[in-house]
């Protein structure tokens, strides 16, 4: 049986895609929920595709054919519907959560380990762009191993989460990646972090809360470099709680 671990939605809403166990991508008509097409292996001598599970899988935004995924193997491939199997791919990052996105010609990835985290990949070259430390000094203190990774609507910020510290963080890339924002002293590992369009991070872990934060200067205003996490709200077993 096929256990699935990443579903995606073309930009468009009209297809959507997943993956699991079973190492295959699989799209969908999302009007009929019928089948598509069902994609594995590779381009010989280029890449044979996932030969573990995938934990992740982003379709390319602006492209009607073009997808990313990672898992298990670490790699990243990348997926072109038109050709039915992968036709690049990234070895490197080992992926065991949602933690591969992409903006423009850049792809993101979080992987599960103390080191070399926090990537970013040119799609075009499969060549690594940057690698950012989870501390602003460079120091290998108080690293986390990610289960998350996400850029922001505009590209600009990165969020990245796990366990071992348990703890979230942001990324101002403007900034030459330096960490402007933190949530730590949680009891349970962060799995998902997603951003809003208007300057809201969302953080979910095994504590069953969901937390919502304004990333906002030191002023209170949006959409500045200097930035900070300010806490707005907090979900945790169906009940909100306010906490400005």
């Known amino acids: 049986d096929n256990q699935l671990f990443a579903v995606d ?54 492209s009607e054919s073009l997808l990313v995924s990672g898992g298990w193997d670490s790699t990243v491939q990348i997926w072109d519907i038109r050709a039915g199997h992968s036709v690049r791919s990234i070895f490197g990052p080992y992926i065991a959560g949602d933690a591969v996105d992409v903006h423009g010609n850049t792809i993101l990835t979080g992987s599960h380990r103390l080191d070399s985290a926090v990537q970013t990949w040119d799609i075009r070259t499969c060549k690594q762009v940057d690698e950012i430390s989870w501390n602003s000094d460079g120091s290998k203190r108080n690293r986390s191993m990610l289960y998350s990774a996400q850029f922001s609507k505009d590209g600009t910020l990165i969020a990245a989460g796990g366990y071992n510290q348990n703890m979230a963080k942001v990324f101002d890339r403007n900034a030459g990646n330096a960490v402007v924002g933190s949530l730590a002293g949680l009891t349970r590992g962060v799995f998902s972090v997603d951003f809003g369009k208007d300057n809201q ?44």
Do not use: C, W
């Open 9 to 62: 939605y073309r930009g468009d809403g009209a297809t959507f895609a997943t993956a699991g166990s079973d190492k295959e991508i699989r799209i969908y008509d999302e009007a009929t929920k019928s089948l598509v097409s069902e994609m594995s292996g590779g381009i010989p001598h280029v890449t044979v595709g996932h030969s573990n599970r995938v934990f992740s899988l982003k379709f390319v935004p602006g």
């Open 201 to 244: 991070l969302a953080v979910a872990g095994g504590d069953a809360a969901v937390r919502l934060f304004d990333i906002v200067d030191a002023a209170g205003h949006t959409g500045s470099r200097e930035l900070t996490l300010q806490h707005h709200q907090a979900v945790a077993d169906g009940e909100e709680e306010s906490k400005k």
